[in-house]
């Protein structure tokens, strides 16, 4: 059984009331004990890398620590399917997330799927507790809002490959006025502002991964030879990906229309260092010509073209050496 896509654990003094040698502020009610003893447990036996025993010394930085404690492999999974599964196609088509594939057999979008029985061997208030350990720590690459997550995002990627600018865990805001006075009198509106975020949109969050898998697929053992990533925008999808992508030190190729994004959109993949093209034409033209240059290049073995969909949908076009 399948479904879509869309540590650091957690020490704590526990002492018998009646130990003289305990701390009062250390006291938790026996049932709540046991339950973040068992988190912490858990959490240790399924991510050493983020058991707070293995603390780093002051000459290692987190990404070596990472590196130094590789995840468990913890017989979790995910690949691709076709999206939508085609009328008359093979129910048994699936890629791997490490192939370099962009569209399925029929022509059509790929999405990501994980193995929910895998996942499903842990309860879901193991998920919830080992999620919320994570929260607000520096040990990479847990402190983000994605990766905190990373079983249920990219459950085999080392955490030594993943690109993260610590995005996500943005505040939920209390929207008094709008959801009393244009919702209807809703006295409890909150609103996810995701404005807030690096680059200013929601799509830091998919970036992240689909740069970290394309990241993975550079590094040894795999040592692809792919040499950029490039996009078609209108604004927010390439100011974020030439972002992770310098993160990472990956060529960026971006195409926008001209006249189309703001300026504060355009400076960004610009100062980030990604080859800018401004094109005469609207977003689907900028479209159609990545569509042309990738069909040409294909038949050369220049290029090939790489799709992600975690958790909105890409197209991206990676160019490679020959």
């Not at 990472?66 to 048994?92: C, I, M, T, V």
């Not at 879901?124 to 607000?136: E, N, P, Q, T």
């Not at 100011?239 to 992770?244: E, N």
């Amino acid at each position: 059984m399948a479904a879509t896509t869309h540590a650091a654990s957690m020490s704590f003094l526990l002492s018998h009331p009646q130990s003289r040698s305990a701390t009062p502020s250390c006291h938790l009610p026996l049932h709540l004990a046991a339950r973040r003893v068992r988190c912490a447990t858990d959490a240790a036996a399924l991510s050493p890398a983020v058991n707070t025993k293995h603390r780093r010394t002051a000459d290692e930085n987190i990404h070596e620590e990472a590196a130094r404690h590789p995840a468990l492999k913890q017989g979790l999974s995910a690949w691709y399917e076709p999206f939508p599964p085609a009328p008359n196609g093979d129910p048994n088509e699936r890629y791997s997330l490490d192939e370099i594939v962009y569209r399925s057999s029929s022509g059509g979008l790929l999405d990501v799927w994980h193995d929910m029985e895998a996942l499903a061997r842990f309860s879901g208030a193991y998920w919830r507790d080992l999620f919320d350990s994570r929260i607000g720590r520096t040990t990479w690459p847990y402190g983000s809002g994605v990766w905190s997550k990373k079983e249920f995002v990219l459950p085999e990627i080392e955490p030594d490959h993943i690109v993260s600018l610590f995005e996500g865990n943005s505040n939920l805001f209390w929207a008094e006025r709008l959801g009393r006075d244009h919702q209807g009198r809703m006295n409890d509106l909150w609103v996810k502002h995701c404005g807030i975020s690096h680059m200013g949109s929601f799509k830091d969050l998919g970036m992240t991964v689909l740069v970290s898998q394309v990241n993975r697929l550079r590094r040894a053992p795999l040592s692809r030879p792919i040499a950029g990533v490039g996009c078609a925008s209108m604004g927010d999808t390439s100011a974020a990906l030439s972002a992770y992508c310098a993160a990472a030190g990956i060529p960026t190729i971006v195409f926008l229309p001209t006249n189309r994004i703001s300026l504060e959109q355009l400076i960004q993949p610009i100062a980030n260092g990604a080859t800018v093209l401004s094109l005469d034409t609207d977003f689907d033209g900028c479209m159609r010509l990545i569509r042309e240059v990738t069909a040409e290049l294909l038949s050369s073995s220049l290029c090939i073209i790489f799709t992600v969909r975690d958790i909105f949908m890409y197209l991206i076009l990676i160019f490679r050496h020959f």
